[in-house]
């Protein structure tokens, strides 16, 4: 059974940094695309960032309102992703999700429960 | 990149069909077979329904069907049940980035 398990959120000051992790287990993680996904309170769904697989040399691709703050990264011996924040904002204020991608990286296949990340002073 | 455009709000009967759209452009919808849509129960965590613009993921309900035409994809669900009851949200793949419609709320009269 795919699992994935998002931890390290919490509630952050503006300007502050937060490492978000996920765990994944039942399935063969180096060879999947992974992503993170974040939902605002009461809002919709934005994609924020992909790490390749190993077959693709962990390419890296950031949506434009996360990039230069935010950067991620993998352990495909820990089967551990992880999302480095910094220069946080009242707007980045959201549930994260850490999510496979499917045949594409771009095909949501299975999510976490997500971790929440609260920014406020 | 601009989030792909959803109607706020569907309903529908049960046992009835409701169409859900969802409009792009030629950089995402119309120029990528990279379609999906996702439901979203309160509280959970999305589930993807769709793949590929047509293609239904394993255990997904056959009630559940895609289609695009030009710069619009659609979401239809067949025989409307109350556990149909969720958000909707489509994505497509717009070069090396995802975009998200601002998803629909599906209310089963």
């Known amino acids: 059974e795919v699992q994935l398990l998002e931890s390290g959120g919490g509630l952050v000051q503006p300007g502050g940094s937060l490492r978000l992790s996920c765990a994944a287990s039942?399935?063969?993680?180096?060879?999947?695309?992974m992503n993170w996904v974040r939902q605002a309170p009461g809002k919709g769904l934005e994609w924020l960032s992909v790490?390749?697989?190993?077959?693709?040399?962990?390419?890296?691709y950031y949506a434009a309102s996360v990039k230069g703050r935010f950067t991620i990264s993998r352990d495909d011996s820990r089967n551990t992703l992880s999302l480095q924040m910094s220069s946080l904002r009242a707007d980045d204020t959201a549930l994260y999700y850490c999510?496979?991608?499917?045949?594409?990286?771009?095909?949501?296949?299975?999510w976490g429960q997500g971790i929440l990340v609260t920014v406020s002073s | 990149q601009s989030a792909l455009t959803q109607p706020p709000s569907a309903s529908g009967s049960p046992g009835q069909s409701v169409t859900i759209s969802c409009t792009g452009t030629?950089?995402?919808?119309?120029?990528?077979?990279?379609v999906s849509w996702y439901q979203q129960h309160p509280g959970k965590a999305p589930k993807l329904m769709i793949s590929?613009?047509?293609k239904r993921p394993s255990g997904v309900p056959d009630r559940f069907s895609g289609s695009r035409s030009g710069n619009t994809a659609s979401l239809t669900v067949s025989g409307l049940q109350a556990e149909d009851e969720a958000d909707y949200y489509c994505?497509?793949?717009?070069?090396?980035?995802?975009?998200f419609g601002g998803g629909t709320k599906l209310t089963v009269l």
């Open positions: 999510v496979r991608g499917g045949n594409s990286w771009r095909t949501f296949d299975y």
């Open positions: 039942g399935f063969t993680f180096s060879t999947y695309g």
């Open positions: 790490i390749g697989n190993a077959y693709n040399t962990h390419t890296t």
């Open positions: 030629s950089s995402d919808i119309g120029g990528y077979n990279l």
């Open positions: 590929e613009v047509t």
């Open positions: 994505s497509s793949a717009a070069g090396n980035s995802v975009v």
